[in-house]
Structures are given as structure tokens and as C-alpha cells.
């Protein structure tokens, strides 16, 4: 009988988060002022948007948010991430890259804001991965005034890995109750000084 009420809130929690991660709004590709990918810029996110920008002609300027490199990081990913090839312009396409401060979606969410005011931006197309998309989308609308379409690639992910996505995800809402503002920051992660 005491396993129930938990057997009951872990079944709430993860049907909860299938609906809300696995299933998100996305946006169809409409004409943009830019294309913002969000980080980590992994070729599979990065392909699309190009395809996004250098065939479907959805934005003429391509923003790539490359954070840090994290501990779990393949060092062919972490290559991949220094060589920064996604960053050359090309068919008179404007790339623009930055590293997030912090080094979170919240960072990049003040990138945003910061580009956007700086050129005028009205509608803006961000790609991320379907997990991420429902929260990405909370975190740069406070920052972004304009239209915001959000779309996605899909990594198929499953099993352990899937339910560390949730767990993951799951924080990140956490984060962004505890940080309802554009700028905001938790105490041990503040944006630097410089």
C-alpha cells in the first residue's frame, strides 16, 4: 500500500512529461528575420538548420549558439565544436556565432534579446531538439517581444536515455519557475562580469 501514492506520481510524472517533451508545438519553416540554433550546435541540429536557411531560404542570417564543451563530450564532438565549420558564410548567408553567458539556454535566450534589438528583428525561427522545444520556447519568449517559431530534429531517443532527458528536462522547468524573468539568474550560475 505505501507504494502506491509513488508508483502513482512517477506514472503522473512520466505521462506528464510524453506529452509535454515528446509531443511539442513545432512550427511550420516560415520566412524569418533569423534562424537561432541552440546549443550544442551537433551536425544533425546543424544540417537542418542550413537546410533551413541554404535551400529553403527561411532566414538570410544564421545564428549558432556553441557553448562549452561538456565533460560527456566525444572528443571527436568536441573537434567538431573548436573547427567551427558551420561558422563560415556562405550563398550570401550572414553567420553569426556566440557562446552563451551563461552557458544555457537562458544565455542564449539574452543573446537573443541582445541581436534582436540590434537589428530589428520581428520574427525569429529557433532550432533545437523535440525534448528541448516546449522549454526553449518558455525561456526565449521572456526575452524575445517578437514572433517566435520554434522547430525541431528528431533523436529518436529511448529507454535509459530518454528518461534522462525527463529527469533533465524536468529540472530545467524547475529552473525557469525559479527564474521567471528574462535575465534572472540562480545564485551559482550567474552571467559574468565581462
Not at 128 to 153: D, K, N, W
Amino acid at each position: 500500500m505505501a507504494l502506491i501514492a509513488p508508483v502513482l506520481l512517477i506514472t503522473l510524472w512520466l505521462a506528464v512529461c510524453h506529452a509535454v517533451l515528446d509531443d511539442p508545438r513545432v512550427d511550420a519553416p516560415e520566412t524569418s528575420d533569423a534562424l537561432i540554433v541552440l546549443g550544442p550546435p551537433d551536425p544533425t541540429r546543424v544540417e537542418y538548420a542550413q537546410d533551413l536557411v541554404y535551400n529553403q531560404h527561411v532566414a538570410k542570417t544564421l545564428v549558432v549558439s556553441v557553448p562549452d564543451p561538456q565533460p560527456f563530450d566525444s572528443p571527436q564532438m568536441v573537434e567538431y565544436y573548436k573547427a567551427r565549420s558551420f561558422c563560415q558564410p556562405r550563398d550570401g548567408v550572414e553567420v553569426l556565432c556566440f557562446k552563451p553567458d551563461p552557458s544555457t539556454t537562458q544565455g542564449e535566450a539574452m543573446k537573443l534579446k541582445e541581436l534582436a534589438a540590434q537589428r530589428g528583428w520581428n520574427r525569429v525561427t529557433a532550432v533545437t531538439f523535440t525534448q528541448h522545444t516546449s522549454r526553449s520556447r518558455l525561456i526565449l519568449s521572456r526575452c524575445y517581444p517578437g514572433e517566435l517559431r520554434m522547430s525541431a530534429v528528431d533523436f529518436h531517443i529511448t529507454g535509459r536515455n530518454l528518461i534522462g532527458q525527463y529527469v533533465h528536462q524536468s529540472a530545467g522547468y524547475v529552473k525557469a519557475w525559479l527564474t521567471p524573468g528574462c535575465d534572472q539568474q540562480l545564485p551559482w550560475n550567474p552571467k559574468s562580469s565581462d
